[in-house]
């Protein structure tokens, strides 16, 4: 039975992003570092240099003394209320603690430097952070959560146009639907980091997304595709001489020529890699590569060599506690011991593979019981959330409906005020005119009037004079009669 490897190849992204957060200056050594500490002032460049220190030690894999570092850097920074130094503080605690295997610590440093970047609007170290956090989740097998952070980080890195990041997030994404078994939106995410990455010249990235598309299409059973791919990273990992690296891409190679049944093939990559493994004392992947090479070896029927190196393995396997090549090393050794006749043998090593596959088998269903908790909880979740955004959705859908009504109720109340105003209006002219009007024949009528009262008066006063003239003709007429 054999195993393909990709943990190589998911990176401590933690590592990268502490190089993209702090400006480490390669040529300068440990002791002038020490020597501009001692004359710094306490303002932002003792902060860096404090970083570039802790950096210097983590690399080293000096964590204890990182750590120190690491921590004074993150008081100052808050004495002096430098929130982009709490946060870079803060993510070298928790690359510090990561790297160290100590999740919870590492992922309490995490949140709370992400929480200073937010404060700052500091996107790049908000998408690491994000990052950051979803690396835990996913070496704890949490992989909604895992696939949550790494999403959010991808929203951020497409905002701010980080192709480098959107690629690594890709690639990540990619990684826990592998892990889940979901190939085919594994292999579109992985695509998309392998288009950027060849976009962008970032050699390392290529060699990890051609291993990745390699090993999902060896899953889906196209062997083909897979070699073509597993073959293209181990050219550009040669370039780089990345030797774990190589390791690990010569051990997956050798696995799908032994698919092929190509045994002699799969001995010699099996070999390339046991020999770099040798050279660099990874005992891991020497045991493994044991393994592998007795599976081929049993194959082509030679069981000496077979048993010999199948033993090496299961040594080393108990050595390091590694409970699942124990299993694979001691049904390996049964087979083995029964193509050969020695029976009492393969009942022993039978017996072990058994104890060792349901001590396993506990273990693997307890991890997969908390798995499925968490995916009913975060689905649990996502439905809550949903259900509360859909009522979000009701609520905006009828209080749109609601403004709606208020406007169109006010536009017709307008247009009704509108014409009334105009019906007022053309009702006050039409009133005008008609007082115009009776004004003009009231004057015309008092006009009238006066010519009729003139011409009355002017009667009269003739009839007055007329009746003055007779009665002095009266009046002379009596007096000449007397």
Known sequence: MRKTEKHI?????????????????????IDSLKLELKIAKEDTDKIKLLN?????????????????????????????????????????LGNNYFAMGNYPKALYNYENALQAYIEVKYKTGEADSYNSIGSVYYNQGKYPMALKNFLSGLKIREIINDRTGIANSYNNIGNVYDSQGNYPEASKNHSKALQLREQIGDKVGLAKSYNNLGLIYY?????????????????????????????????????????????????????AALKIREEEGEK??????????????????????????????????????????????????????????????????????????????????????????????????????????????????????????????????????????????KSYLQKQRANEAITKQKEIIEEKQKEILDSIHYARRIQRSLLTSEKYIERNLKRLKG
Do not use: P
């Open 284 to 425: 891991e992947g020497r045991a493994k590569s044991y393994v592998n090479i007795a599976g081929s070896y049993e194959k082509l029927g030679k069981y000496t060599e077979a048993e010999m190196y199948c033993t090496k393995s299961l040594i080393l396997s108990k050595e390091i506690g590694y409970l699942e090549l124990v299993k694979v090393s001691n049904q390996t050794l049964s087979d083995l011991y029964s193509h050969t006749g020695r029976y009492n043998k393969a009942l022993i090593y039978y017996k072990d593979y058994i104890a060792a596959r349901d001590s396993l088998f506990n273990e693997e269903n307890t991890k997969k019981t908390v798995r499925l908790e968490m995916n009913f909880e975060f689905e649990k979740k996502e439905a809550a959330a949903k259900l509360e955004q859909e009522k979000k959705e009701v609520i905006a859908a009828a209080e749109s409906r609601k403004q709606k009504i208020i406007i169109w109720s006010v536009c017709g109340i307008l247009v009704l005020v509108f014409a009334f105003a105009v019906f007022a209006y």
């Open 52 to 92: 570039n220190l802790s950096l210097i030690f983590f690399t080293s894999v000096n964590h204890d003394t990182s750590l120190k570092y690491a921590s004074i850097t993150l008081e100052l920074a808050k004495k002096i209320k430098f929130k982009k130094g709490v946060g870079n503080a803060y993510s070298n």
């Open 9 to 29: 190849f998911f990176w401590s992204f933690v590592i990268l992003n502490l190089f993209q957060h702090l400006s480490y200056a390669q040529d300068r050594t």
């Open 219 to 271: 899953n889906q059973g196209d062997l083909e595709k897979g070699l073509k791919n597993l073959l293209a990273a181990l050219k550009i990992l040669e370039e780089l001489n990345d030797k774990l690296s190589m390791a690990s891409c010569y051990s997956n190679i050798a696995s799908i020529y032994f698919d092929m049944n190509k045994y002699d093939e799969s001995l010699r990559s099996d070999f």
